[in-house]
């Protein structure tokens, strides 16, 4: 089955898009920023307002935990919270942290994050540079591109259409190798693993296996080692090394209640379906009518209970219909960010362990 690509004109569209999004960065003294609550910071007298994720960000650059952020705002309200970061702060600046960079959003001026230091994060501009010289050298097409217009992050999604790849003992699995590049102000440069299903083009992103890696600067020896990393997975198709053994593991291991529901809520999440419209990904009205009439209602378990609950569906193929879901186009209207996060998070249950992986026949 053909893998369709995106046209080089809207390549060139989205590149254009992108670099108009990218954050604008601005290093200020520590000491002429205060926190006035969790969606407002005054820097240099100026009252500025920021996203919630920029407030942790701040947190933890400062080193107060997000759990005991969280309880702390249960407990006592934003307001103490804000002081604690603000104490923080002055006890930084105590120890020679004397500056920060502030991330703004170029579109609505309000301040999305905070990096210890300006060049953790490297512009979209200079991020395109790098990929199309990487889409280039390892003759990669693009299958899709994603802009996230709240924060411009970007990442590209793409495949060498040479570098198929099967699995002992599976001969109806073929796959189709390639990179998934992405550039954030929360996370920075980061390549995956990128795989297609060629049975029927499902993509996945494979940020949870041990090849993911992330480019810490462009200097030279940082470059060297991120250029040799790449060459070393087109030797091998771009395939993890632990691919084969955790997919024949998810063909042959039945999955956990709240495996499959914690998939179909990331299906429901992110866009209007109901439970009953998602039948053909995740079987999830099915299992829990079946369980109903067993007389044991999904409602009344404890997630240690619905981990235990082995189902009908096979942990490849939630995975498969969550991928299916976010690749192709359905009636549903999904953002590229969503579709993305579906793709990272079925590489993360096929690289992480099974509920029901370790379950033992008992002679008893």
């Not at 990487?134 to 060498?160: A, K, Q």
Request: proline fraction near 3%; hydrophobic fraction near 35%.
């Amino acid at each position: 089955m053909k893998i369709e690509t995106i046209s080089q004109e809207s390549f060139n569209s989205k590149v254009d898009l992108a670099v108009s999004l990218q954050p604008i960065r601005k290093t200020v003294a520590l000491g002429q920023l205060k926190v006035i609550n969790q969606e407002t910071v005054e820097i240099n007298g100026n009252r500025i307002r920021m996203g919630k994720k920029a407030f942790t960000h701040l947190a933890k650059i400062l080193g107060v935990p997000i759990q005991f952020q969280g309880r702390v705002d249960k407990l006592f309200g934003e307001e103490t919270s804000s002081g604690i970061v603000n104490k923080m702060k002055g006890a930084l600046i105590t120890h020679g942290m004397n500056t920060i960079t502030v991330v703004a959003s170029p579109r609505t001026k309000e301040i999305i994050g905070f990096l210890k230091k300006g060049d953790e994060y490297i512009s979209n501009s200079t991020f395109f540079d790098l990929a199309n010289d990487i889409i280039s050298e390892h003759n990669l097409s693009v299958r899709d591109f994603s802009i996230n217009p709240e924060d411009g992050s970007v990442s590209i999604n793409c495949f060498n259409p040479s570098s198929e790849y099967g699995i002992p003992g599976l001969s109806d699995e073929i796959f189709n190798g390639g990179l998934s590049l992405s550039n954030s102000i929360e996370k920075g440069l980061f390549v995956s693993p990128y795989i297609n299903r060629l049975i029927c083009t499902n993509g996945m992103i494979g940020e949870s296996f041990s090849e993911t890696y992330k480019l810490k600067s462009l200097h030279d020896l940082h470059l060297e080692g991120f250029m040799s990393h790449l060459k070393e997975l087109e030797k091998r198709n771009y395939k993890p090394m632990s691919f084969e053994e955790r997919v024949n593991m998810a063909t042959t291991t039945m999955a956990s209640f709240a495996e499959l529901e914690a998939s179909a809520n990331l299906i429901l999440g992110s866009c209007s379906a109901k439970t009953s419209e998602i039948s053909g990904w995740i079987p999830y009205d099915e299992t829990t009518d079946r369980y109903s009439k067993f007389g044991l209602h999904p409602m009344r378990m404890s997630m240690e209970q619905k981990k235990n609950a082995k189902t009908g569906t096979t942990v490849w193929e939630i995975v498969n219909g969550l991928t299916h879901f976010a690749t192709h186009d359905n009636v549903f209207r999904v953002s590229e960010s969503s579709r993305r996060n579906i793709q990272k998070e079925a590489g993360s249950i096929i690289a992480g362990k099974f509920d029901m992986e370790n379950l033992v026949v008992s002679p008893f």
